[in-house]
């Protein structure tokens, strides 16, 4: 049975930094890719980052290129989430993802409907 586990969520101000986890079970962590999405009240779920140890491979949205760092422990079956300078904007709940998109990664990878499976989800606020 594949299970998602986010942990690391918060309250932060502005500006601070968090750093979320998924811990993964039940599967190869290699033959995934691995995503982040998010969630703001009244929103729909957008892409936050993805990547794929397969494909070496890595994406960000634009409005967290340059603050948010994705990374892996295949050792630990864990994904991470560095957040930096965080905005009030991002204030939303942060899901963690996995699904077998194969080479499609590029055209995939920050699309919802693209994944399999879905962890609880962890909140993060962000103060002004």
């Known amino acids: 049975e594949v299970q998602l586990v986010e942990s690391g969520g918060g309250l932060v101000q502005a500006g601070g930094a968090l750093r979320l986890s998924c811990a993964a079970s039940?599967?190869?962590?290699?033959?995934?890719?691995i995503g982040w999405f998010r969630q703001a009240p009244g929103k729909g779920r957008e892409g936050v980052s993805c990547?794929?140890?397969?494909?070496?491979?890595?994406y960000y949205a634009d409005y967290v290129r340059g603050r948010f760092t994705i990374s892996s422990d295949n050792a630990k079956n864990t994904v991470y989430l560095q957040m930096n300078s965080l905005k009030p904007e991002d204030t939303a709940v942060y899901y963690c993802?996995?699904?077998?998109?194969?080479?499609?990664?590029?055209?995939?990878?920050?699309?919802?409907?693209?994944?399999?499976?879905w962890g609880q989800g962890t909140q993060v606020t962000v103060s002004s």
């Open positions: 990547f794929s140890s397969s494909d070496r491979s890595t």
């Open positions: 039940g599967f190869t962590f290699d033959d995934y890719a």
């Open positions: 993802a996995v699904g077998r998109l194969g080479g499609l990664l590029r055209l995939w990878g920050l699309v919802a409907s693209g994944y399999d499976y």
